[in-house]
T-cell receptor, first 114, second 112 residues
C-alpha cells in the first residue's frame, strides 16, 4: 500500500449523472494531484493542489471540478461526462515546497461513462 | 466501433536475465526523471529517480542511466523475476513545479 486510497475503485455513470471521486492520503503530504490514464494516451496531469490551493489546471474541461478541503483529501466532481472520459483516474500526493519529487499514487478509480 | 488503444512497446525476457527498458525525452530543460512501475489493477509505483547532474544511479537490482546528449533514459533490471512483469513508465520534470510528463510506457513480460 502506498498510503493513498481512492474510492470508489470502479464507477459506471450515465452522461447525465453527477458523481464524485474521493482520494485520501495518510502520508502527511501537502501536494495532491489528479491524473487521467486512458487507453489512447499516456498518463495526463489534470490538476495540482498545494496546501489546498489549486496551482495547476492542465486545460481540463469544466465538467471535471476538483475540490481540496484539506491537505489530506481531494475530490473530483463529475457532471455531464462524455464516453471519451472513460478512463482510470489516479490520485497522487507528494511533499510540497521542495521542487520536483516523487509522487505516491493511489490505485485509481476505473470510470466508465455510458 | 472498437476503440484503438495506445500501442505499448513490449519487452519479453527470460527469468533471470537482465532487462533494459528505454525512454526518450523531448525537453533538454528537463532536470529530474523518475521510473515508475505499474502492475495490473494498481497505480504507478516509484522505482528510482535521477537528477540531471548525474548520469547513473543504482538501487536494489535496478540502475538508471541518463544520457543528456541524446536525451535518453534507460532502466536496467538485474536478474529479472516474474514479479517484475508490469508496465514501466519514465517521467520527466521540465524544471518547473510538480508538472511531470509521462512517457507511453513499456510492457515487460517475464517468461518462465
Amino acid at each position: 500500500e502506498t498510503g493513498v486510497t481512492q474510492t470508489p475503485r470502479h464507477l459506471v455513470m450515465g452522461m447525465t449523472n453527477k458523481k464524485s471521486l474521493k482520494c485520501e492520503q495518510h502520508l502527511g503530504h501537502n501536494a495532491m494531484y489528479w491524473y487521467k490514464q486512458s487507453a489512447k494516451k499516456p498518463l495526463e496531469l489534470m490538476f495540482v493542489y498545494n496546501f489546498k490551493e489549486q496551482t495547476e489546471n492542465n486545460s481540463v474541461p469544466s465538467r471535471f471540478s476538483p475540490e481540496c478541503p484539506n491537505s489530506s483529501h481531494l475530490f473530483l466532481h463529475l457532471h455531464t461526462l462524455q464516453p471519451e472520459d472513460s478512463a482510470l483516474y489516479l490520485c497522487a500526493s507528494s511533499p510540497s515546497g521542495q521542487g520536483a519529487v516523487e509522487q505516491y499514487f493511489g490505485p485509481g478509480t476505473r470510470l466508465t461513462v455510458t | 466501433g472498437e476503440s484503438v488503444g495506445l500501442h505499448l512497446p513490449t519487452l519479453s525476457v527470460q527469468e533471470g536475465d537482465n532487462s533494459i527498458i528505454n525512454c526518450a525525452y523531448s525537453n533538454s530543460a528537463s532536470d529530474y526523471f523518475i521510473w515508475y512501475k505499474q502492475e495490473s489493477g494498481k497505480g504507478p509505483q516509484f522505482i528510482i529517480d535521477i537528477r540531471s547532474n548525474m548520469d547513473k544511479r543504482q538501487g536494489q537490482r535496478v540502475t538508471v542511466l541518463l544520457n543528456k546528449t541524446v536525451k535518453h533514459l534507460s532502466l536496467q533490471i538485474a536478474a529479472t523475476q516474474p514479479g517484475d512483469s508490469a508496465v514501466y513508465f519514465c517521467a520527466e520534470n521540465r524544471g518547473y513545479g510538480q508538472n511531470f510528463v509521462f512517457g507511453p510506457g513499456t510492457r515487460l513480460s517475464v517468461l518462465p
